[in-house]
């Protein structure tokens, strides 16, 4: 059986394709799968479980992951779900393919390799094949000769691409698994296993399983990156108070006194590790401190000369995200600002001349050279199911991968054709802990990602980003109504990130903190408006007063507190000295954060006297977010990535804290404790191959 047939539809089984009206399209390998086990199995109900079972074979999905897939499904039929030909949902039960195909093998209706040409419905004789056939090899020589005649003139050939690869997992281990490098001989994966307690580097034989393991206490591995003779290992280790970049030869992996330290780096910095091709330099990329880009470094490894690379120089993120070419020729960086925005550089090694090749609407969270060294694999944008192909100019070429859960962490397999990367899912859901009676209630939760929980003092209102719709959305719920479904209140057809939302003190207006964007949403009348603060760093965002904000921002380098006047739209600086703070309206008081060692003052206004707290917290933004809080009963912040601490105004407050409680993913209100928990977290390194 070649084809599956039903009226101007066939299924094409050998290549796993849909032709439609004699229209050729192309379906990512899930998309195909499921529209192939629909067809197969028709005029019966099936169930998401067993689609689960059949189609996605043990691999841990979301029904959102399922529905998404199905979404694809009906945009191939041309299918309408409220007024369906093919797919029928039956409620609480599944679907039904209540489309007829029949099995044949014979030669199908004429097919149209474009999705822009005119349909063609009628049936071809055999003759007329033979006829066109001869036609069309006369044409297909003389556009060989004129192909010819043009790269003989233009000799740079187009990109290689990569379209619509299948997967299958490399590790299924429970944790979360991460920046998988595979070795250049193909024989050795490394990659981190990262679980609450403990993070692990993992060097596996990937035909044995037999693996090495590194564990220090306290310590956190990333970037492992192999030298092109697969003998030796550079990588990230983070402890509480340092950052180093470190190169050993495998035998020597478990001795840390046989490690040579190549570098240090910032104790916030992410880099990214690539070996030249002689392997005789080690490219890096770091940031001193949150206040400061990144930069792109080499390191002689013979001399240990330490020097930086040609770059754009940049404030906010700086160079983010970097690589080298398969050819060693070109690094390609994306350099970022303040916006959700991306600028692509290359940089020929040779000359150092720097070429600005693209400048894009949204924040490309990494990006590596495609085999071909022309151009560039990286996740799609945010949140990221796809890795695409694209041009250096950031025009896409294909969909390389089309995944049911997220993907990052692309990195190239040395055999000129594949990739390895993360294939991830989370899951955070809020509740409500009650200050009358301290019972629990869950709220109107999905089975994605709902987190960023706030709620006002003086309504039942409360608001949260859930990736409910695919993309980051900010909705707003009644805790009253726990389960009833919430309101969005930003538009779907953007996707970026946010970082925190907090309600005005009247509960009237809703703040929320997007890519170094404040928008400010009307409870009543559920408008949402950007205000004008682009282009510049936004974190710990709050109220000051109904008509006036308090964030951080840097000027100089430096973190600093400015307040925003929604009448006037004009921002002025406030306590040089200190790199955030609030307002309490409890006190007629600003507690302020010291930028060096995250102590906190308060600033009394009626007496302009600032005295020290004895409390400190975090001498950074985490995630962009301020997590000091004044609350009825006291000041509550993060002291690190693992606790936060509280400070009692009286001697007889007192705060009981909800169990399982994420550490900064939290907000304390006259209701209660609104906060997230971690559900679920899987990580799984994953590798392309071919279809057969």
């Known amino acids: ?51 689960m079972d059949a189609v996605w074979q043990g691999t841990l999905v979301t029904d959102n992951a399922i529905s998404r897939t199905l979404v694809k499904v009906r945009k191939a039929l041309g299918d309408d779900p409220k007024s369906p030909n093919f797919i029928l949902t039956v409620p609480r039960k599944g679907y039904r393919m209540i489309s007829a195909f029949e099995e044949t093998d014979q030669i199908p209706v004429q097919i149209t390799n474009t999705d822009n040409a005119a349909p063609v419905n009628h049936q071809l004789t055999l003759s007329a094949v033979r006829i066109k056939r001869t036609i069309l090899s006369a044409i297909a020589l003389s556009a060989a000769t004129f192909i010819a005649g043009v790269f003989l003139y233009y000799p740079y050939s187009s990109p290689e691409l990569s379209m619509n690869k299948q997967v ?208 560039l694999i990286h996740p799609a944008p945010h949140p990221a199911y796809e890795l695409w192909q694209s041009t250096v100019q950031g025009d896409k070429l294909a969909t390389v991968i089309s995944n049911t859960a997220r993907v990052k962490h692309p990195a190239r397999i040395n055999n000129g054709t594949d990739f390895t990367f993360v294939s991830y899912l989370l899951d955070r859901d809020i509740y409500l802990q009650r200050s009358k009676d301290n019972e629990v209630q869950p709220l109107a939760n999905s089975s ?64 929320s903190l997007g890519d170094n964007q404040l928008l400010i949403t009307n409870i009543t009348t559920l408008k949402t408006d950007s205000l004008p603060v682009t282009d510049m760093a936004i974190r710990g965002a709050s109220w000051q007063s109904n008509n006036q904000l308090l964030f951080s921002t840097t000027r100089n380098n430096r973190w600093r507190l400015v307040r925003f006047d929604l009448t006037t739209l004009e921002a002025e600086l406030i306590f040089p000295d200190f790199m955030g703070g609030i307002y309490s309206k409890h006190d007629d008081a600003f507690y302020l954060l010291h930028r060096k060692t995250g102590q906190v003052f308060k600033h009394t ?66 209701h209660g404790i609104i906060y997230t928990r971690l559900q679920r977290t899987t990580a799984d390194v994953m590798r392309t191959q071919n279809i057969q």
């Open 1 to 51: 059986m070649r084809y599956l047939r039903f009226e101007h539809l066939i299924i094409d089984t050998h290549n796993q394709l849909l032709i439609r009206n004699g229209i050729s399209v192309t379906l990512a390998p899930k998309v195909y799968d499921l529209l192939y086990y629909l067809a197969r199995n028709q005029q019966r109900v099936i169930s998401k479980d067993e689609l």
């Open 168 to 375: 299958k997992p490399f590790t299924r281990a429970q944790g979360e698994e991460l920046y998988p490098r595979l070795s250049p001989d193909l024989k050795t994966l490394a990659y981190v296993k990262k679980t609450k307690q403990l993070s692990t580097l993992i060097i596996e034989n990937v035909s044995t399983h037999t693996q090495q393991q590194l564990s220090i206490p306290l310590a956190r591995f990333s970037r492992p990156s192999w030298s092109p003779d697969s003998e030796q290992l550079a990588f990230v280790m983070h402890t509480p108070q340092t950052c180093g970049i470190y190169l050993t030869r495998l035998a020597h992996l478990r001795t840390q006194s046989r490690w040579q330290k190549l570098s240090t780096c910032g104790s916030k910095s992410e880099p990214a590790l690539v070996f030249s091709k002689d392997g005789k330099k080690l490219y890096f990329n770091d940031r001193t401190s949150e206040e400061f880009g990144y930069q792109v470094f080499q390191i002689d490894l013979t001399q240990g000369h330490k020097s930086i690379v040609n770059q754009p120089i940049t404030n906010g993120r700086g160079n983010y995200a970097f690589d080298l070419s398969p050819d060693g020729r070109s690094l390609v960086m994306l350099n970022s600002e303040f916006g959700p925005k991306t600028r692509i550089y290359t940089l020929d090694l040779a000359s150092s001349k720097l070429t600005q090749t693209a400048q894009l609407d949204y924040l490309m969270r990494s990006a590596i050279w495609h085999h071909d060294s022309r151009s």
């Open 448 to 511: 994605v990602m709902d987190y960023l929980p706030t709620m006002t003092d003086t309504s039942s209102h409360y608001a949260f980003v859930s990736k409910r719709s695919t993309h980051a959305q900010v909705y707003l719920g009644d805790i009253t109504q726990p389960q009833a479904e919430p309101v969005q209140l930003t538009s779907s057809k953007t996707s970026g990130r946010f970082y925190q939302l907090v309600f005005s003190p009247d509960g009237n207006r809703l703040l």
């Open 605 to 670: 206004e009626s007496t302009s006297e600032t005295v020290a707290l004895p409390l400190y917290c975090t001498t950074y933004l985490p995630n962009r977010m301020l997590t000091l809080q004044r609350g009825k009963h006291g000041l509550h912040c993060s002291k690190d990535d693992q606790s936060h601490v509280y400070l009692p105004i009286t001697s007889t407050d007192k705060v009981t804290w909800p169990q399982h409680i994420d550490n900064a993913d939290y907000q304390l209100s006259a």
